[in-house]
């Protein structure tokens, strides 16, 4: 009984073993190629802007504008901020070859303290990889609280 039982396990882990699908290094390639993403042809005046020293409680804003310099007409499929305390805007239209649009990043001056933040543009360029806008800068308090604060 014992031998039916141990010859019953070793063909069904032999069975396992061979049903197993041998890849080749042709298929493992394939799984691991990666469609390579190209550089942007649109041509952006500025990738980032720094606003120095802002006031808190302030919001600032800042346009970033780009001429489209390919021979498609570009739409803005996705502009997302790093983070909620940044807003954008953006030109919805399609922009033709030789025109230009706009990325607006409006960043909250809620919390003092340095920033730094990200928007990622992403288009209907085939291939073009998303476009990463920075804004950075310092939020002060005003003097009213620090003086409300150094009175504690």
């Not at 021979?71 to 230009?100: F, M």
Request: aromatic share 8%; with cysteine; proline share 5%.
């Amino acid at each position: 009984m014992k031998t039916l039982k141990f010859t019953l396990v070793a063909l069904f882990i032999s069975a396992l073993t061979f049903a197993q699908k041998v890849e080749t290094k042709k298929s493992i390639a394939t799984k691991q190629a990666v469609k390579p993403t190209k550089q942007s042809e649109l041509k952006w005046d500025v990738e980032n802007h720094n606003f120095g020293e802002i006031a808190k409680g302030k919001p600032v804003s800042y346009e970033f504008a780009f001429t489209n310099t390919t021979d498609q007409t570009i739409i803005l499929t996705k502009v997302k901020a790093s983070c909620g305390c940044t807003a954008t805007n953006y030109t919805k239209t399609p922009v033709k070859p030789g025109e230009r649009g706009t990325v607006t990043a409006t960043y909250n001056a809620a919390a003092p303290g340095n920033f730094h933040k990200t928007v990622t543009v992403t288009t209907n360029e085939e291939g073009a990889a998303p476009k990463v806008l920075i804004i950075k800068g310092k939020v002060m308090k005003p003097e009213t609280e620090e003086k409300s604060i150094l009175l504690k």
